[in-house]
């Protein structure tokens, strides 16, 4: 059985800082790719940053300089460092692990809410 489970998430003040983990299992985690995907209320959801399996890392243009996505395979997690958080950023983010040949998996959502 696949699970992606998601924590971190929060209430923040604007200015400030989040990590949210993506802890897998039932996947061999290290060969899929892994992003986070964000979506806010009322609107779809989008990428917000992704991590292939060999490590090459990719992000939007509203998460580059702020975000950061890493991966240990170890402990077959994904991370999500937050900083510079804003009201904006106030969403259900997700975790989301790909295989072009095993599929598409999803986590269940953490909230993370941006606010003074």
């Known amino acids: 059985q696949v699970q992606l489970v998601e924590s971190g998430g929060g209430l923040v003040q604007p200015g400030g800082s989040l990590r949210l983990s993506c802890a897998a299992s039932?996947?061999?985690?290290?060969?899929?790719?892994m992003g986070w995907y964000r979506q806010a209320p009322g609107k779809q959801r989008e990428l917000v940053a992704s991590i292939t399996s060999g490590g090459k890392t990719n992000y939007t243009d509203s998460a580059k300089g702020r975000f950061t996505i890493s991966r240990d395979n170890a402990k077959n997690t994904v991370y999500l460092q937050m900083n510079s958080l804003e009201p904006e950023d106030t969403a259900v983010y997700y975790c989301?692990?790909?295989?072009?040949?095993?599929?598409?998996?999803w986590g269940q959502g953490t909230l993370v809410t941006v606010s003074s």
């Open positions: 989301n692990a790909k295989h072009m040949l095993y599929g598409t998996w």
């Open positions: 039932g996947i061999i985690f290290r060969i899929y790719n």
